[in-house]
């Protein structure tokens, strides 16, 4: 039967989100117990406890370079009247000694070495001094001084990993240590498979209508974060035939089995019937957002799970209900804090529905992330979730909320919205803080600080006054200063044998612009309608003999591939892309970019650090061409 002539098949009822964490928490999987070499247990569950066969250390050691000495030999040595005592040998690492210590005597020892007999301390080199077959002890020690005794770190019988440890380098190390090569471990091999005939793999060819699996990889290692091993089958096609052979080999393969994909009521979304052919569909469609489309069944007491395709849809439910059953599974607990309380940035309105909203987490506030379920940039954007209840309507700004995160995340120390540019990003790097960085254009970026959810918003927004300050007091903004950026040059970009020249040679060139909301598009804008001025017409005339006007690329980059790929004859941005791609530049004129800073953060520690990276001598120096920094760069406006 043709896909398009299947019968679409509703969603069961949809399950509560409670209703789904019970069908959840009451599936059982069994771990099988593997006995693997130490090189290869990192991150694997401990099934067992490890008992030591030995004592550590196996001798009494020393713990300095030195003397082995008696200690009541030392007790009357001072700086001003040393001690003499008799060298009569030396003591390497790794080697036994042969030699005994008697009154008045002193042995040369290594750090690591083993106490000789008649021993009882060590002395350290930097407290003695030679003289002829003497040393001479110049401080006092006290018995076991710079000793360490026979099992004084562990001791033979000794419980030195507990079962359900989550292994790691500490781990290995104690393992190596008590002469161990080997141990069982819990091995929960998930399988993984994206499915979609829109899907290719990352690093082949992208072809109309295509898109990159994200799914596989984001999920494999979220697996692999719970303590589990993920085994990826690859891309299935949107048939029902191949879907189920893949499903059988991972389901012998597996202890647990997670697709994404082909899980809606939609034509071609076929999971929940293969999954009611083999085993027990447990539900079908949790009442929650991003995430409804949820197929959970049992094959032979393996778990069949069905994730949305979406990437942020699949990455919210996997954290949600997948994450906990791994972790269950495999008894132990997340090496990581999976919740934080935060406080609320800005408001968020929700849908009346339960909802996982995606949020990023800036120095302990929370801002929305949300682009859609299907938007990849999501999942970089967004450091977790919070889960809004079907009776809220709007979350306040201030209200603390608890966030799920996305694994193990690195905190974030600005967040900074709006145009693009790669001064932000060396500001970045030569700061040596972590930014959050949101490209959506500088009048998105205006609207952000108007809403209290940037920290900073880059700008190059083109007006009748001052660079930028227009735009600001027309959004009557109040809770920001403008700091001077630097400046950038914007000019058209061609072909090296483009006869194009100046804005003049636009007319019936097919053009590839920026976005609506970047100020670069503002500032062309701002010439074409001096340009029509100048030819006794209008912009709106004008432009309509330029093709493509109406395009609308989101960076600067995207501009140079249009024209190099040949989709363009003529791009407008700035200088540094357009000459690391072989492009001509044709320079039109020079813009500020500026930044605009929350007030109330101008005095924390990460600001002050942009701000000197800004100003500092090493950031002038390393700007890309074109890019410069001018009197005011770093200048604070305080009245805007």
């Known amino acids: 039967m043709n896909l398009l002539e299947r019968e679409q098949k509703e969603f069961r009822e949809l399950t509560s989100s409670e209703e789904a964490r019970r069908i959840i928490k009451n599936i059982k999987v069994e771990p099988k117990i593997e006995t693997l070499l130490l090189e290869h247990i990192n991150g694997c569950i401990l099934a067992e406890d490890v008992l030591s066969f030995i004592d550590v250390p196996a001798f009494d050691r020393s713990v300095k370079d030195g003397f082995a000495v008696r200690a009541q030999d030392t007790y009357n040595a001072t700086e001003i009247e040393p001690v003499a005592l008799m060298k009569i040998g030396s003591i390497a690492a790794g080697y036994v000694p042969d030699l005994s210590l008697g009154p008045g005597e002193a042995i040369e020892i290594a750090t690591g070495a083993p106490i000789p007999e008649g021993a009882d301390a060590v002395v350290m080199v930097e407290h003695t001094s030679a003289e002829a077959d003497n040393i001479l002890v110049r401080r006092a020690v006290y018995t076991n001084e710079n000793i360490m005794r026979t099992g004084a770190d562990i001791m033979k019988g000794e419980r030195v990993l507990r079962r359900n ?100 009521a939609g034509v071609g979304d076929v999971m929940y019937k293969i999954i009611d052919e083999k085993g027990k569909t447990l539900l079908h469609g949790i009442s929650i957002k991003p995430g409804k489309p949820v197929v959970i069944g049992v094959v032979e007491n393996i778990p069949l799970i069905g994730l949305p395709g979406n990437p942020t849809s699949a990455l919210s439910i996997f954290n949600e209900f997948v994450a906990p059953l791994i ?53 970089a954007e967004a450091d977790g979730i919070i889960e809004i209840s079907e009776e809220t309507e709007y979350l306040e700004p201030g209200k603390p909320v608890d966030v799920t995160l996305f694994g193990n995340i690195a905190p974030v120390d600005i967040m900074v919205v709006g145009g693009q540019c790669p001064g932000i990003d060396l500001l970045e790097d030569l700061s040596g803080m972590n930014f959050r960085i949101i490209s959506m254009g500088s009048s998105r970026g ?117 024209v190099n790929s040949g989709k363009a ?59 410069f920094t001018y009197e005011r760069t770093g200048e604070i406006i305080e009245n805007i």
Do not use: W
């Not at 161990?180 to 209508?209: M, N």
């Not at 929700?350 to 938007?375: C, H, M, N, Q």
């Not at 400046?487 to 097919?510: T, Y």
């Open 327 to 379: 972790y269950d599974s495999l008894e132990t607990d997340p090496p990581f804090k999976t919740k934080v309380r935060a406080i609320l940035g800005t408001g968020i309105r929700s849908e009346g529905r339960k909802e996982l909203f995606p949020v990023g987490l800036i120095r302990g506030r929370v801002y929305p992330a949300d682009k859609t379920s299907g938007a990849i940039t999501t999942l």
């Open 446 to 562: 205006l609207s952000a600080m108007a809403g209290s959810i940037a920290d900073v918003a880059g700008i190059n927004l083109a007006g009748m006054g001052e660079y930028n300050l227009e735009a600001i007091r027309n959004m009557s903004i109040r809770n920001a200063f403008l700091v001077k950026g630097y400046r950038r040059e914007q000019g058209l970009i061609v072909h090296q044998e483009s006869s194009i020249k100046n804005l003049e040679d636009l007319v019936g060139k097919k053009l590839v612009n920026r976005n609506r909301g970047s100020g670069t598009r503002a500032l062309l804008d701002k010439l074409l309608e001096e340009l029509a001025v100048k030819k006794g017409t209008t912009r709106a005339e004008l432009v309509q003999m330029i093709p493509g006007y109406s395009s609308g690329s989101r960076t600067h980059r995207s501009v140079c591939e249009a």
């Open 569 to 627: 004859e003529v791009g407008f941005g700035i200088r540094p892309f357009a000459e690391t791609m072989g492009l001509k530049f044709i320079p039109i004129t020079v813009e500020d970019f500026d930044f605009l800073i929350n007030k109330e953060i101008m005095d924390i520690p990460q600001i002050r650090k942009l701000l000197a990276t800004l100003r500092s001598h090493d950031f002038a120096t390393r700007l890309p061409s074109g890019i």
């Open 165 to 264: 440890v989550r292994i790691g380098p500490r781990e290995i190390g104690v393992l190596a240590s008590t002469g161990i090569s080997k141990v069982a471990v819990k091995q929960l091999k998930v399988g993984i498979i994206s499915t979609g005939d829109e899907l290719v793999q990352p690093g082949s060819q992208l072809y109309a209508g295509k898109i990159y699996d994200a799914n596989s990889y984001a999920i494999a290692a979220s697996v692999e974060e719970c303590g589990a091993k993920p085994i990826i089958y690859g891309i299935v096609k949107d048939d029902e035939r191949a879907m189920s052979d893949v499903i059988d080999r991972a389901l012998q393969e597996c202890s647990m089995v997670l697709t994404s994909g082909s899980t809606s």
